[in-house]
């Protein structure tokens, strides 16, 4: 049982919006930690994709962009790609844990 | 550019104790936070520790406090993780992980992103 929950799974078809979201708590979002967002892609290492809730590093496409709102966050992709498919990752700091937290995953699907 | 390549991982015994190294290069290692993170098979990702840029902090995740060791050599670009009393919940992918924050502290350290990851090692403990 991760600490920030995301939906397990979510899909799309090729050109439409989906929107992946990362609920936390109190003791981490809830209290103004930062979100960050990991692309990973099959058999491969996870990729940095937005830092600090809405900020993209040099090389990210700007269909990517998030979001964060109370103790929750959002990663927007829009225009999607098949090569968008991957497994989405939400990261912040835990205050009660004192340490780094991660979501549970989101699995994208390009339909 | 910036690499970071993980030592060789393999299978172990329950009980026994294993040590894998981050090779790092194309950043002034010095500088910056490490990390590793693991990741069971087919499961999600799970941070384990952190050691601070000038190697007097360190942090663990409570799953490995008391049996993992985190320690870095600045001098040869280095990063280490020293897995003791390994259990067969410990099997996973571990990565080493950069932070993007310049000589942090080691509380921004843990709350800055991880701007880049290494390839990672597969550690399987099993009888």
């Known amino acids: 049982q991760s600490v920030l929950t995301q939906p397990p799974s979510v899909s799309g078809a090729p050109g439409q919006r989906v929107t992946i979201s990362c609920t936390g708590s109190?003791?981490?979002?809830?209290?103004?930690?930062?979100v960050h967002w990991y692309q990973q892609l099959p058999g491969t290492a996870p990729k940095l994709l937005i830092f600090d809730n809405n900020n993209r590093p040099s090389g990210v496409p700007d269909r990517f962009s998030g979001s964060r709102s109370g103790a929750s966050a959002s990663l927007a992709i829009t225009g999607l790609q098949a090569e968008d498919e991957a497994d989405y990752y939400c990261?912040?700091?835990?205050?009660?844990?004192?340490?780094?937290?991660f979501g549970g995953g989101t699995k994208l699907t390009v339909l | 550019q910036v690499q970071l390549v993980e030592s060789e991982g393999g299978v172990v015994q329950p009980g026994r104790s294993l040590r894998l190294s981050c090779a790092a290069s194309?950043?002034?290692?010095?500088?910056?936070?490490m990390h590793w993170v693991r990741q069971a098979p087919g499961k999600g990702l799970e941070w384990v520790a952190l050691a601070s840029y000038d190697e007097t902090k360190q942090s663990y995740a409570d799953s490995v406090k008391g049996r993992f060791s985190i320690s870095r050599d600045n001098s040869n670009n280095r990063l280490y993780l020293q897995m003791n009393n390994l259990r067969t919940e410990d099997t996973a992918v571990y990565y080493c992980a950069k932070t993007d924050l310049k000589h942090c502290s080691s509380s921004s350290c843990l709350q800055s992103s991880f701007d880049f990851w290494g390839q990672g090692t597969l550690v399987t403990v099993s009888s």
């Open positions: 109190s003791s981490n979002i809830g209290i103004g930690y930062d």
């Open positions: 990261q912040s700091y835990d205050s009660s844990l004192s340490g780094v937290i």
């Open positions: 194309g950043f002034t290692f010095s500088s910056y936070g």
